[in-house]
Structure formats: C-alpha cells, structure tokens
C-alpha cells in the first residue's frame, strides 16, 4: 500500500514540442526541433525530486495529428506514474487535453507550454515549467491547461489567439 | 459570501531580497540589491492572474534581524490577501517560515528564494517563481518552503549548506 | 582641417534587418522583424563613442532588391560618417557589398550580421557588434565584410550555406 | 619569409581574470573563479579564425600583484603570436597594460574585460571580446586599453572609477 503510494506519486515528463521547444537553425534560418530542452532546464532549476522523461514527438502542434494524441494518450496510460507534465504547443493544448480528459485516467495530468521559445532571453518557459511542476504535485487526478500563471480544468479553457493568452472558457 | 472567497483567494507577493533578487554593480564590483526584478518577471511570464506586490526589506537573509522577520509577518497580516508568495534569502529561509508558521494565519504562505541571482543566464530563479505561483493556489492554509522542485512543511525542512539543497528533516 | 577630420572619423551605424534582428512574434509563432535592437545593444555595451543610427529597412537579406540595395548605398553617401556599419542579413551581405563597393566611397564601410538571431540566449550578435565596432575603426577606406571573427575584403567573400561560415573566394 | 608572416599573425587569448571572468558561487553566495568563459564565448561566436588560448592567472584586478604581471609579461614574451587579446579586470587594466608597454614587444597587444560578468544577462562582455578580437588584428604593434568601443594608448588612459568608463587621460 505504501509502496503503490509512492508509485503513484512518481513525477513523469513528457515533451511533444510546441513553441517551448522551438530551436534557431543558423543553416536553414528556421525554427525547428531537435533534442527536448526539458532536462537540461530540470537541472537548471536544481530539481530534487525524482522524475522520468520521454518525448513523445517534436511538433508544431498545428501539425499534430490525432495519432499523435494518442501516442500522448498511450505514453501516459504506459507511465507507472501518477504525476504527469506534458509540454506541448499552445495552439492545440486544449484538443490534447480534450483526448486525455476523455480517457478518465486516474492520475493527474496537466499541460503546459510557452508563449515564447525557452532559448530565448525573456522566455515563459522556464516559468510555465516551474508552474507546472509544483502544480502537478498538488492537483486532485484529473487533467489541466497550466498557462498565464493560472490553473484551467481542460473542459473550460481556450487560447484567445489575438491576445495570446489562455482564457476560460464555457464547458464543452 | 462569494466575495469574501474571492478575496481570500487574491494572490499577494511580498520581496524581502536574496540571492534571488542580487544585482550586479557595476561600480562597485559588488552584489548588492537595487528595485526588485519580481514584477518585470511576472510580465515575462505573461502572467494574468490578478495578484499585488510589496516590498518588505532587500536583505541578504543573513543579515535578517528578528524585526525584519516581524515586518514580513506584519505584511501578511496586513494583507486582505489568502494565497501569499514571499520570495527570501535561502539561508534563513527556515527561520522566517517558523516565525510565520508560528502565527497560525489562516492563509497559504509559501516561501521560495534562489541559489543564484535571477540576472544570471542560468538562473533557477524563474522556475522557483513559477513553482510557487502554482503551488500556493492549491496548498491548504498553512506555511510551506518551496525549493528544488518539492513542497517542504516549514516544521521538517531545512537547508543543506554543504549541497546548496533543500531536504526533509525531523520535526522541530 | 582638424574640423574634418573628426567629422571624416564619425561612426554611422545602419541598421537593414537580417538575422541579427529577428524577433519572435508570440502572437504569429514567426520570427518577424520590429525595432532594432542596435542601440540597446550598444547601451548595454557601455559604448561611449559617438555615433549615429539609422534603420534604412527591416528585410530577411534574401527578400532584399536592388532598389533596397540602393537606398542603402544612398544612406552611405548621405551620411557625413567616414566610418559606417551596417546590419545586414548574411545570405546575401556579399551583394549589397558589391554595390557598395562598386560606388567607392571614400569611407571605411562594414557589413556585419549574426547567425542567430540576438535575442537568443546563445547568440553571436554582441560579438559581431562589438568586432564591427572595432574594426571599422582602423580598417582603412573600402568596403568589408565582417563575419566569424574574420575580416574579408567585400571582393573575395562568400557565404557557405552548408556550413554557416564565410570563407574566402576568388577575386570577383 | 611567408611562414614568418603567418606565425606573427597569429591570434593569442590570455585569461587572468577579472569582472569579464567572474562565476556566482552557489554554495558561497559569492563571485569567484572557476574555468575561464573565453573559449565557449569564441564557439558561440562561431569564430573561425586560428587562435591558441592560455590561462595566466584568474584574479579581481585589485588583487593582481607585481608577479601576476610579470607572469602575463613572460606569456606575451613566450607566446610565438604576434597578435595577443588578454582578458583582464578594469581596475589596474592600466597598470598591466604599463608592464607590457614599457617591454616594448613587437607585438600588437590588446587589454579588454568587462564592467558586468560575462554571466549576467546584460554583460558588455561579449561586445568587448568581439571588439578585442577585430582591432588586434588591425592595430600596429604597441599595447592597448580596448573598452566602451574606443581604442586607448596605455599611456594615454585611466578607469573614471565613479562613472565605470574608460576614457583618455595626459600622457605618463
């Protein structure tokens, strides 16, 4: 019993890409993914507690397919954890979100992203990503949009694409 | 009813100084501390969420007097807020949390700082901010110490010098 | 006569756009340019020489034409500088040096740009700045183009896309 | 003859400290000196031009003693360059750049640093190598004092202590 308590309460990180991930080629001149920065930052913030990583893919998530979102779906049904940080790009965070509140899990999800790529000087990244990690240890189970410094239930929350901010939204 | 819910829930973020907030000057040649970087932070982080800001002291926190320590608890008692981030000097962090912890407010405080000075490339201290932004929305009523990624009880933490991190330790 | 001569000794710095000067767009998701970024630059730089500053236009070097060539040949020849540096993209900095060079002015002109873009954490903006600064200085009348801690005469550079270096060319 | 010529224009980097080099300690909380930044800051400046690289000595300025410079005086002498950048802090930058005057080496030396760690976010540090690494290449033999973007005569120089700014000063 205390040992499934410990499980559960295991930290998982999984990167998808999105604008966090975003990294300047200095060939082509365009922003592309390469490696996921995640770990490098988890070690910049002198985390302590254990944690997995994986990456599931590295996309734009204009360019996420539903396949995609199960690849996500499946990534965290696989994970024997019970705390779970995806980042993912803003633009479809709530559709992700959507296909994993759907899937009832009984874990706590939650996704967070970047307005501004993480390799940049006044990036939200770093931010977002601390946010997300203390927020994910004190969420009931369920699945949540972590953006704007603000805590969404993913059946109430959309991206204002003029603003670029997160905003709630009426439950679907 | 809703309206007291609503205050109580109002964010408050209070600067005290530490390495978190050490300036470079360039003079002098010498860390010192100047106005505090938490608000330009808060805006790079595109935070949303209403929240107030103070400035108590701009103190190393070994350099904390017990008056000092008495001026952050008037600040909290002062404030209409519930949900109350104190960003502090790491060294007596724990010091400051008891004397907090001790008044029994009905509110969420947690205390948060930085192992190296937010002007620096590699700062933990944006991560932290964002850490404690989330985790205070969401922890009961009670003072906490957030560091390195975890949720400390201010009774059972403290602060290993040696390692520059924060651990469990017995209750005091 | 000593009135000249300081005028002659003047520094002019032109900004065009390029790489040095992408911006991210949070709202787009694109790189796209704004204001120059030259005089905080220079002001973070502590740069305590005089000099002036202009923005001629705002283009990724491979979407310039000969009429933005030419408006910045006419921003050379209008200048009273002796000594001007330009901020230009790198893919096609050798053209508008050729133009530049072909109108043989009687003024030391430099081409500078980065590979990536100077809000980035890891980028060699400052530096190149910085080199610029430098040497547009001494070098003596004619056209240069300043890349990789290189000086290379405007007649015998090339870009090599492949590698993301200038090297030196045959004589054109 | 040619094999001369290519050995005295050799590029030669000499760290020994200073504000440019200086390393926030995290356990200390304070600055001191680890490994010198001037080879990662060269790759992130994607410098290609040939140059060999040496520590001297990683000292604040105002603790350099009469051995440090000789010490840095044996380097310039031992070193096969004949174009030598030495990295040192601002506040006796002057009287190193004396020790080597007076040595009178057929050498062009250039003494930069920094008014801000090269660490920081807004350091000068970056300007100032790239400024260093073009005007040695073109300067005469002699030593000069290379910051703020103006190039100084070691005998013609001091630090404005009050202001942080280089500026010409009557001849010793």
Redesign the interface.
């Known amino acids: 019993m205390l040992l499934l308590t410990v499980v559960e309460m295991t930290l998982h990180i999984i990167a998808t890409g999105g ?1 966090f991930e975003k990294h ?1 080629d ?2 082509s ?1 365009r ?1 592309v993914f390469g490696e996921s920065h995640i770990p490098s ?2 070690k ?6 254990p944690y997995t990583f994986e990456t599931v893919c590295m996309l ?1 998530s204009l360019d996420m397919q539903e396949s995609d979102r199960l690849k996500i779906r499946e990534a965290c049904a696989m994970s024997p954890a019970g705390k779970i940080v995806i980042v993912h790009g803003t ?1 479809t965070m709530r559709e992700t979100a959507a296909v994993l509140g759907k899937a009832a899990f009984q874990k706590t999800i939650v996704l967070t992203g970047a ?3 993480c ?6 990244a ?10 994910v ?3 009931p189970n369920g699945v949540y949009v ?6 969404f239930d993913w059946e109430r929350v959309r991206k204002n ?2 603003e ?4 709630e939204a009426d439950k679907r």
């Open positions: 604008t300047y200095e060939i001149g922003l930052l988890m910049r913030a002198r985390v302590s507690l734009d633009d307005m501004i790529p390799e940049f000087d006044h990036s939200d770093l931010f977002n990503l601390g946010f997300a990690t203390g927020a240890q004190l969420l972590l953006m704007n410094g603000r805590v694409r003029r670029g901010l997160f905003e």
